[in-house]
Every structure is written in C-alpha cells, then in structure tokens.
C-alpha cells in the first residue's frame, strides 16, 4: 500500500515555476555585454539548480573566468535578473490546481530553491498563493545551498513535520540528493529541467508526469 505524506516541499524553478526565459535573457544580456558568448534558452535548464553564481560560472568562458569577471557578472546579474525575474515566467499547467486541492486538505507546503532568497520571495509573490505556505526560502547566508539539507531541516522543523513525513517534489539531481540527506521522499518533476535518468540516478523514489499525480501521494 502507498505511503500518504500529510506534508510537502517544493523547489521553485522547474517545479512549480518555469522561469528559464526569464533566467535566459537576463544571463545572456550579461554575457552580451561583456562580450561573450550567449546562449540558447534552451541550454540554460542545465545550467540552472546550484544557485545564481554557479550559473554565471557556468556561462563565463573558462578563459575568462577569473575572480574579477566572475563577481562583476554576478553583480550584474543578481541586478538584472531581480528586476526582471517575472517578465516571461509562468506556474506550470496544473500547479495551480494542485496547491489549491493540497491546501484544501490542510496540507503543510512550502518551498526551498537555490535562487537568491529575496529573488525567490518575489518570484512566489507574483505566482504563487504565499498564504498557503509555511515558508518560503531561497539562498541565503543562513543555510549552504541544497544539496546541503540543513535548510531542508529547519523547514521540517517550522513545519512541525517528521522528516519522514513530507513529500520532497524537485526536477534536479540536487533536489534528489537534498530530499535523500534530510529524510524526505524524493519525487522527480518530469516536466522540469532535466532528465528522469538524471533524477532516477539519483535517488528519486517516484518520478511524476503531471502535478496532478501528486496527489496519489497525500493524505486525504
């Protein structure tokens, strides 16, 4: 019989929000201007998951990537991209409906991204219904990044949940790895940014087609 989690955590881009574009076109304008090469929207899903200065590492050219260049685009970016981290982006087809019916049945939710904490607040204060989460959190100096699951935890712990108790939904290896390490049930969004060979390998317990296939996973 199918274990039912009375609770949930939901990273951000790829789960619930497709905000590629968004992170495209701010990236590329950087590059754009410092001269390099840009890149299509399309390759950014597999620069995206470890946090902004991942990603312009990522992008810089490795000749190019020296501490200088790589705080200066980080600067720009984090400027660029928190002016215009809405412009395109949009909740995936049935996300909506989704946190309604789990707020419905008195679901815990809440989020954990690696995007910059005050970027991802403005993110899911634009899209999402804040109201039916506990917390919501980005990067930050608090807590390492995921895959660390020392933010994972700490939400658990607001959250007043058993670790063993909540539904981790992520479209990444990291999220994979940060659900395994905290305890959670690791679930693999197919309709993210990576692949469910990425996901399965490492460690998704279930990989889920559609948002509304998670609710097989809940409590009623």
């Not at 890149?39 to 991942?54: A, K, L, S």
Request: charged content about 25%.
């Amino acid at each position: 019989m199918r274990k039912k989690y009375s609770a949930a955590i939901f990273d951000l881009d790829g789960t619930l929000v497709n905000s590629l574009a968004d992170i495209a076109d701010s990236m590329n304008r950087i590059l754009e201007s410092e001269g390099f090469q840009t890149y299509d929207t399309d390759d950014y899903r597999f620069f995206v998951g470890n946090g902004i200065r991942r990603l312009v590492e990522n992008c810089i050219p490795k000749e190019k990537r020296n501490a200088e260049t790589v705080e200066r685009c980080l600067a720009l970016m984090i400027e660029d991209y928190g002016a215009n981290c809405v412009n395109k982006s949009s909740l995936y087809e049935g996300i909506s409906e989704l946190l309604a019916e789990l707020a419905a049945r008195g679901t815990k939710m809440s989020v954990l991204s690696n995007k910059a904490e005050a970027i991802t607040a403005k993110v899911c204060r634009r899209l999402l219904p804040v109201e039916s989460f506990v917390e919501i959190r980005g990067a930050s100096e608090q807590f390492p990044r995921k895959p660390s699951p020392e933010a994972a935890l700490f939400i658990a712990s607001r959250m007043e949940v058993e670790p063993s108790e909540i539904f981790y939904l992520g479209d990444t290896s990291v999220d994979m790895h940060t659900a395994r390490a905290a305890g959670f049930f690791p679930a693999g969004a197919l309709w993210g940014f990576r692949s469910a060979g990425e996901l399965l390998e490492a460690g998704a317990e279930v990989l889920i087609k559609t948002p509304s296939d998670c609710l097989n996973y809940f409590t009623t």
